[in-house]
């Protein structure tokens, strides 16, 4: 992944970082700190995806990632934070939803990639959902990056919408629920083993039901 | 719950509950055992929704069930074993899927009994399904029951399939998965507040679904 290096520096103010020699000081801002976090997210998702959350020591992720322990502690605190912002790096990217030219694609090509993730080795995303019952910062983090990958999945409901495949007031978020919940039900709590029809057929139920109106806002009108 | 097996008066000493002085030796077989193993059980339950899984001892059990801690060690082994039976207990009920008169009415009573065990106080269910992610005992647990109660609701498609109100080559797990899974996810792994209005909108959106023929078998002929 990205550049690990040893941990030579031990100087002496609680604030020095230890990890490489500086070739200057005062580097653009935040290099050097952008870098240590790299290494020690990498490390995080390394001891992780080896020994699980079990396994996960604040220690285990310093001698990993080769930044001197003190900065670990004095940056991230404890597990939860270190969990945590592994969780809130994962949100900072640029990621956007598949883009088919159908919802019924569109979702199905979203599942085929909750699909990978969750089973993918080493089961890096499953580890950090358990580790969210175990640390309320993590849970909170988890939940930030949920509630933006389906914030940024809404433009799939809104091109559907002017494609005309959906009624115009579509509750996006409940759709997008309806179609992913079936693989994370599934894959995380009821850990059956993979189904290769699930992702499309998750799609297909979700977009069928969406046609019928089951999406169409305001729910207090449509629902019983 | 049910009476267990014999296996009961091994008195004394490391064996000897020091619960209260049975007043016959030798009673009904197993009405001893079953009596330990409701205090027991009864007390994780109470432990789990005051403290959660971090709270829950072994010792902490023996010391509120009243039963000696060597009997709780021995016959339940670790705080997996005793939460594994809780959930092994939970299952061994007579519970019926509610029935209603039609499909959307039936999955929207299940939701409903779905999210009021979800939203319980003490949160039971919950502190349960966060305890399958530390022990594979009541991981392992934990999917039977849950696949226990979606056969027992597979009785739910069969009505609706003689009422013809669905074709009758319906998958009832997959149907009972899309109807019930947007609950989980929101309560379990999203951690949305409860939306009254979900039970009812999710069995809506799974009924519609089915009556379009969502979920049809067989699915390598339905699904793409």
């Known amino acids: 992944m990205t550049p690990t290096d040893p941990a030579p520096d031990r100087d002496p103010a609680p604030e020095s970082d230890g990890t490489r020699p500086p070739t200057t000081r005062r580097r653009r801002p935040g290099g050097r700190t952008a870098r240590i976090r790299t290494q020690v997210l990498d490390a995080v998702l390394g001891e992780l995806g080896e020994h699980g959350y079990d396994g996960l020591t604040m220690d285990a992720v310093a001698a990993r990632s080769g930044v001197h322990r003190t900065t670990v502690y004095r940056r991230w605190g404890d597990v939860g934070g270190l969990l945590a912002d592994v969780l809130d790096a994962a949100g ?48 909170d983090a988890q939940q930030r990056l949920w509630e933006d990958r389906y914030a940024r999945c809404e433009i799939i409901v809104g091109r559907a919408v002017r494609r005309d495949e959906l009624p115009p007031r579509t509750d996006a978020r409940r759709l997008l629920v309806a179609a992913t919940a079936p693989l994370y039900h599934e894959l995380v709590l009821l850990r059956t083993p993979p189904d290769p029809h699930l992702p499309a057929c998750a799609a297909r139920t979700a977009a069928l039901a969406a046609t019928a109106g089951a999406f169409t806002e305001p729910p207090s009108a449509s629902d019983r």
Chains 1, 2 share one sequence.
């Not at 088919?100 to 080493?122: H, K, V």
């Open 92 to 139: 900072d990217d640029d990621w956007e939803p598949p883009d088919t030219g159908s919802l019924e694609g569109d979702l199905a090509a979203l599942n085929q990639e909750i699909q990978a993730a969750l089973t993918a080795e080493p089961p890096i995303v499953t580890a950090l959902i358990a580790a969210s019952f175990r640390s309320e910062k993590a849970a």
